[in-house]
């Protein structure tokens, strides 16, 4: 009996990735710490497929490696209804940013509603390691016998000696060890959005800006990816609008969109896009009217007729830093 780890091959036939998952493969099946399962990629694997439901059968601990950040693949697990708490992760794409969000990390962060304060999750941790973070197998393997540890110390109950260890561990044999479960090698290529209800508020801006059907709601009036199929490829445009970026794409190019973590605490205003550049919403807007017209619909910006906004009685906050910000460039003008 091991840590279940589930190795996650990526989409694209580059050498490199494949010896690093090959790598991964032969030194952890070799480990009696690890029961070792091969899936196709986390994002396109079916919900009703053998990989998922492999892995939703697993109810303690469990480790996935894959080619996406770690937000990004805790949150396609969840989605799939595969959930637990977010474990700890050493082994991380290191930051550019790290300094600057060092001197967030001293701000108060403002409580705000969270879907997750309404989401009971199991006790149980899983842990997502993003292969980006390294070249080198021997990392991955050392933070994956580290998180080993970790389970295995709370699994038993304590700091386990060596006799307890390998009576935990049984052996196995190196032709068993060969032997890796593959599953759902054939995975269609797929694109839709998850999101992390650590950070959403259910404000429902997604569901008013999407015009292609893939939001709903639940019973309980949270907002949820109804027709994840409905989501028109490589459109990212809810992404932007969301206030709280809670809505990743995880095969996105750009990080914060595929799921790296991100600052929400402190006001980060980038003066250029007040003169002119296009912002984050204006760059949706023709991303969304590029689809809308691709799928041989009218764009919003010809439509006279106002989207109706699930929003549109809630009470206006107060005005904030930015709005003095922008009613100071007012009087300037």
């Known amino acids: 009996m091991g840590l279940p780890v589930f190795i996650s091959t990526g989409q694209s036939n580059n050498p490199l990735k494949r010896e690093l998952e090959q790598q991964l493969v032969e030194q952890l099946s070799a480990d009696p710490a690890f029961d070792l399962t091969l899936v196709a990629n986390l994002y396109d694997l079916s919900p009703a497929g053998p990989a998922l439901t492999a892995m939703g059968e697993v109810d303690k601990?469990?480790?996935v490696i894959s080619w996406f950040y770690s937000r990004g693949a805790h949150w396609i697990l969840d989605r799939n209804g595969i959930h637990g708490q977010v474990g700890e992760i050493e082994l991380e794409i290191?930051?550019?940013d790290e300094d600057e969000q060092d001197e967030d990390e001293d701000q108060p962060e403002e409580e705000i509603y969270r879907v997750i304060d309404?989401?009971?999750?199991?006790?149980?941790?899983?842990?997502?390691?993003n292969m980006k973070a390294s070249e080198q197998a021997d990392?991955?393997?050392?933070?994956?016998?580290?998180?080993?540890?970790?389970?295995?110390?709370?699994?038993?109950?304590?700091?386990?000696d060596p006799e307890q260890l390998a009576r935990f561990q049984q052996p196995v044999n190196q032709q068993a060890a060969a032997a890796v479960p593959t599953l759902?090698?054939?995975?269609?290529r797929r694109w839709y959005p998850v999101i992390d209800f650590s950070r959403c508020t259910n404000c429902m801006e997604c569901i008013d800006f999407c015009l292609f059907g893939v939001y709903g709601v639940d019973r309980a009036e949270t907002i949820l990816v109804e027709q994840p199929d409905n989501c028109r490829k490589g459109c990212p445009a809810c992404s932007r609008v969301c206030p709280e970026n809670a809505i990743v794409f995880p095969q996105h190019k750009s990080p914060a969109i595929a799921g790296a973590q991100v600052d929400l605490g402190g006001l980060k205003i980038d003066l250029s896009l007040l003169f002119g550049k296009p912002d984050a919403a204006d760059e949706a807007a023709r991303e969304r009217d590029e689809q809308l017209v691709l799928a041989g619909r009218s764009p919003v910006s010809n439509d006279d007729a106002p989207l109706e906004k699930r929003q549109a009685n809630k009470p206006s906050a107060p005005a904030d830093e930015l709005d003095g910000l922008l009613d100071q460039l007012d009087e300037l003008a």
């Open 94 to 96: 290191e930051n550019d």
């Open 139 to 160: 990392d991955f393997v050392e933070e994956a016998r580290r998180i080993a540890q970790l389970v295995l110390n709370k699994w038993i109950q304590g700091n386990p």
């Open 118 to 129: 309404d989401r009971p999750l199991p006790d149980r941790e899983i842990f997502c390691l």
């Open 184 to 188: 759902e090698t054939d995975a269609a």
């Open 61 to 63: 601990e469990m480790l």
